[in-house]
């Protein structure tokens, strides 16, 4: 067919654009690579996750499913077409309502719901649940998004921000929103130096393999446009990262053998055309599988092949809590539960996969990426690629989603070694697939324990054992093995207590950070067990925790005599929900036969910060010579709201309003470390930091004005105002010396949460400051199918100070979202669910309503009594949905998922019983 | 050329047979597959060819073609007969995938777990293939043949999915299980369709998707049915009377004795619905 074929072009946002170069490609690259419309995301590239939804002619389309032909000649709406203004009202509502956390998901929300309101202006919830059930969110638990969708019809200005000294506990919008529902969010891969060399990764297709390489000069010649391949032999530095640095043990690229599917042995970079398709099948790698050991019993059995030749019976690390005598209390308490639990390898399933470009800098070594951890970044790359730390930046791109697993670095010294080692900037974005198999998982669990109460109701003891699944490298395995036995009691008063864990190696994918580092699982167990012992003790399930809940001046298992524990608050204001929760399922019980409803109830706790060990964060803050107030806010915002949480402490410390704030994120260039956005420590730890640096900051201003404590400060432009009852003084900026950091009045504080390390017996003082949470599902099991819908959710939790209640409902319900999918569906399976059809993860229709009751216990270290909240909303979810299965019909489950099969065959099991 | 859209269905199987190409449509299941930032060609998108999109009633039949999507099925205006189908079609991934993923791609892919083939199968459905030489039809059954295997020819091109009249008659009911609301692999799935004689069953189809190699009528279980009392009818349905045809596997969303036991337990509720939606119709 020798006919010129006329260009394809598309109506795209209003404006005819040419579809240039193939038209078999996805409309999803031409958006984003050709056109710079890059508010379309890519999550998956299978149509699984709804993140690059357009509007097709009015309708949703998943741009990745749709070739330039067929875009051709039709109407296509993108986020950036939303609005002719800065933001349409839905986006506005989507602000309003806090319906975008980490935002990565929130463009392809808002297409959906925009082809939903166009039709139907006031949508009801299932409409708005049909329309939006093709986009997943990881972060949010989908209740807000439906509240802002719902909602979008109604004019409401924006709140306004709240005045000096009124900032903490307003439910703000998040800071940092508008770009995220705008669409113009930067993400890890949506910004890299122009002609950016595209690096690629050759990695295992065997979970264990010696390897070797045949003649990569020879292929490289093969394929044009391929700038440089490298392997181990290249990396300049030491080839072993890791997030505990005793511990460093993984490879950037292998050498000679892999422990783990997935991992990478060799990078390929070269030009953007020549790497986009390039068959990678043909590289010269030649493998010699290992029988591989993936479960932990395998490879703690005696005499199993050793996955690190120096880590003995494939042992990590163990960890260890004893007080009292558990085994006498147990042999004399009036009832014992005993039972066992096994969960599985869970993914952290964030929409974004990993994502980010490098560049030299003259010396600098520029990385811009992803991440939860931006110091921690820099540390390990600069080792890997022998630099030393000075010469390397890491900018924290703004990070689709985190949850623990973008604690670790990925592809940081992969894009690094390619631009240190061609000199020419380099950019890499992991596959959904390369995402799921390459970076870590949650721990699978293996755990016994036995609980023992007294005629009373009361615990005595508790013995616990715990094997957890860490894969093959050690990632944070020793911090799940330490946070095990300190939080397996759960926050409950356990005067006798053993609890041991062991971080297993085995050929599974590495294990790491995830939402609760192993203390979802072990809560799994102990709540079971606690029903257990309900049941046996014939006392109401809530009442036999507040009987049992740990209080102020109680001592811990670790020894610790508490402060501020608010567990017993928590349960108190459950009270009320599970009562009428316990009414309602008995009615509906009363004429349902194929169908029952139960209800559950589960606790937590979860120390904020590191175990015993210092992590300290520090703030900068400062004020230039035109007036601009600053905050070095090095706390990274995966979404969870730090950049608006640490500011609203912050701006009341200092006492102006939030408005007047502008923040400096954590470029490790320009904003001191403020430590790993993990451990739920940020509002905690930063957030005490943001309140030591605008005391001290407000401190100086005062005794320049030489005024009072309860002086009012006014910043304005080139001068701060002073006001104190009838005086008012005024300090000029214009002529005040500038520091090295352009500021004329700085203030620069760390804190460091006051703990004591644990000795042998893990006695000692873990934490600082605690959080607590309880609460109550609601459940309808279908008894001849096994399929479960969580039907309502009730939590309560003890946040100390709320300081933004907007964005703790956020947390709680994206918490209980996560809960839900460990409990009920997350099934990581190495192999075979690396992508996001196979691993399920809760859409849109599986979640419940929620309530949500803010405790305010306030803590004496917190800044303005806050505790941490990240860890602990997903803690008792999982938990409290499976007392509510076995409330509503028996089956006792004890292997997640509880998918329908298994909830079956142990509703029979308990029929046969009874 | 390795993408070829055209607008005709004879420059369509031109092209197809010159070109050992791949036929695509709504592309849902093609782009799954790869990581690439295109279909790797030679490509033949039959989306352009406009006579091969839409629902016709003719005299004996409907006619559903080929590149009809799953979204064009939930809004046409059809008999009950075909709430099954179009129940399933608001179950299939998600409304993107509803507004791409077409009837003939659904059957073409075979996937053990469509949705689409067993509301098909209890339509009697027959698939008209074209080639360059001609038309020919073969009932559905015979079409799919295993595991995302059809008897589909090199330079044949699917052009509709046919529906005789005689089987566009009763209600119909879709069941699928899946571990979460939307976007699901399903367990298992049930088709039904019942006609009624007053209250009694006059004949029966039931089909059963994701529990063997291919989609399968539980012809034992229909035979069953016929005759018999509709209120009573989904008692009569008995594990052994659906075990018999269905060969389910064991994997990651469920086991094999669950698979059979869920589908029995579909097949009655699937039966229970074309009942009692008569029978309320009637009361009113």
Known sequence: MNVLKPALSARINGAEQLLAGDPARRLSHVLREDLGLKGTKVGCDAGDCGACTVLVDGEPWCACLTTAAQAAGREILTVEGLSDGPISALQESFLRHGAAQCGICTPGMLMAAAALLQRVPSPSVAQVENALGGVLCRCTGYRKIIAAVCDAGRQAAAPALPVAGHAVGAAIERLDGLPKVAGDESFGADEWPEDALVVRAIRSPHHAAAFAFGDIASWKRKHSGIEAVFTAADIPGRNAFGVIPPFADQPALAEEAVRFRGEAVAIVAGVATAMRDLDTSDFPVIWKPIPEMLESQAAAAPGARLIHDSREGNVLISGMVVAGDADKALALSAYVAEGTFETTHVEHAYIEPEAGAAWMDGDTLTIRACTQAPVMDRDDTAAVLGLPVERVRIIPAATGGGFGSKLDISLQPLIGLVALKTGKPARMVYSRGESMTSTTKRHPARMHASIGADKDGRIVAMRFAGDFNTGAYASWGPTVAVRVPVHASGPYRTPNYHASARAIHTNAPVSGAFRGFGVPQAALMQETLYDDLALGCGIDRLEFRRLNAIADGDRSVCGQEMKGAGIRECLDALVPAWNAALERVAAFNAVSTDRKRGVGVASCWYGCGNTGLTNPSTVRLGITADGNVRLHQGAVDIGQGSNSVVTQICADALGIPVAQFELIGGDTALTPDCGKTSASRQTVVTGKAALLAGRALRETILRMGNCGQDAVINVDAGRIAITEGEVRREIGLAGMPVDANGYVLCAEETYDPPTVPLDGNGQGKPYAVYGYGAQVAEVEVDMKLGTVRVVHMTAAHDVGRAINPMLVEGQIEGGIAQGLGMALMEDYIPGRTENLHDYLIPTIGDMPDIESILIEQPDAEGPYGAKGLGEHVLIPTAPAILNAVRHASGARITRLPALPHRVLAAIREAGNAS | ?284
């Open chain 2, 1 to 284: 050329m390795t993408y070829f859209r055209p607008a005709r269905l004879g420059d369509a199987l031109s092209w197809l047979k010159d070109n050992n190409g791949r036929i695509a449509a709504g592309c849902t299941d093609l782009f799954a597959v790869t990581q690439d930032s295109r279909l790797q060609g030679p490509v033949l998108d039959l989306t352009g060819v406009n006579e091969l999109r839409g629902i016709s009633e003719e005299t004996a039949m409907w006619r559903f073609g080929a590149t009809t999507t799953w979204s064009d099925v939930v809004r046409a205006e059809l008999p009950a007969a075909f709430d099954a189908l179009k129940c399933a079609a608001r179950e299939i991934g998600s409304l993107q995938i509803q507004n791409a993923g077409t009837v003939a791609g659904n059957l073409c892919n075979a996937s053990p777990a469509a949705d689409g083939i067993p509301p098909f199968l209890i339509l009697d459905a027959s698939i008209e293939i074209a080639t360059l030489e001609g038309r020919r039809t073969l009932p559905l059954t015979d079409f799919i043949t295993g595991p995302r295997q059809t008897t589909l020819g090199a330079a044949e091109i699917v052009t509709a999915i046919l529906v005789p009249k005689t089987a566009a008659a009763g209600r119909s009911a879709f069941r699928k299980l899946g571990a979460r609301r939307y976007l699901v692999i399903s367990i298992a799935m049930v088709a039904a369709r019942l006609v009624l004689d007053g209250t009694k069953i006059s004949s029966a189809a039931v089909a059963v998707g994701a529990c063997g190699p291919v989609a399968t009528r539980l012809e034992a279980v229909e035979r069953a049915l016929a005759g018999q009392d509709a209120e009573s009818a989904a008692a009569l349905v008995t594990d052994e009377l659906v075990a018999r045809y269905l060969s389910p596997i064991g994997d990651i969303r469920a086991d094999a004795g669950y698979r059979i036991e869920a589908a029995t337990e579909l097949v009655r509720r699937a039966i229970g619905e074309c009942t009692v939606t008569d029978t309320s119709e009637v009361a009113a």
